[in-house]
């Protein structure tokens, strides 16, 4: 057999076997990709109610703070004593109110073992419409970390330590607005003459 004809056997033999293994071996199997759903944010007032109108934290120890905003949609200062409030410290409270994290939730755990059956803190927080929320701020969890509370919808859940120390600080300082202190006025003090004034003669005494 001629030398040309074996070698196109041999690549005949070659493309038929090629041939043969793809049309024969197995079409993959679809491969289902699941993709892990992002991790859900909750946090502890609903952001459909708005930004607060009102914020009132209550103590155990009966400490109490209140602002609210007036008719003008101003802050004013309620409580302990009512006068004008710092708006900035004000808005910054409500803006603080409204970011309150959920770190997690714990099911079925006995309010009286995390402060909670009598609350440390209550927060009370008004929202337009007339719409009020009530959340219970129990003791620190175990890592430091956080608090334990009680939301408004009645779940034990775990919030950020520095975001309601935050919070509280208000209690131990009230967002007065800042008036500024007089000066005081300056008294003039009179200056010593430098001319002597004339000595006041004495009576001669008589002779007996």
Same mark, same amino acid.
Do not use: C
């Given at each position: ?15 038929? =076997? ?11 199997a ?8 992002? $991790? ?11 930004? +607060?109108?009102?914020i009132?934290?209550e103590?155990?120890? =009966? ?8 008719? $003008? ?10 006068a004008a409030?710092?708006?900035v ?14 770190? $997690? ?20 927080i ?19 970390? =956080? ?6 919808? =009645? ?18 300082n +009230? ?9 005081p006025t ?7 003459s430098?001319? +002597? ?11 007996p």
């Open positions: 057999m001629r030398s040309s004809t074996i070698a196109y056997l041999i690549v005949l033999l070659v493309a038929l =076997g090629a041939y043969y293994f793809i049309n024969s071996r197995e079409e993959p679809d491969i289902a990709i699941t993709l892990e759903p992002e $991790d859900i944010v909750t946090y502890l007032f609903n952001a459909e109610d708005g930004i +607060p109108t009102g009132r934290i103590s155990k120890t =009966g400490e109490i703070v209140e602002v609210a905003k007036n008719a $003008d949609g101003a802050w004013e200062l309620i409580q302990p004593l009512e409030a710092d708006q410290a004000a808005d910054a409270a409500a803006s603080q109110i409204t970011t309150l994290r959920i770190e $997690d939730t714990i099911p079925d755990l006995d309010l009286a073992i995390v402060g909670l059956e009598n609350p440390e803190y209550t927060l009370v008004q929202f337009p419409g007339n719409v009020e929320r009530k959340a219970s701020i129990g003791v620190i969890t175990p890592t430091e970390n =956080g608090y334990y509370a009680l939301s408004p919808d =009645g779940d034990v859940v775990v919030l950020s330590k520095a975001a309601i120390d935050s919070l509280l600080n208000l209690l131990h +009230p967002p007065y607005l800042e008036t500024p202190t007089p000066s300056a008294t003039e003090t009179p200056v010593p430098s001319t +002597p004034e004339p000595a006041t003669p004495t009576p001669a005494t008589p002779q």
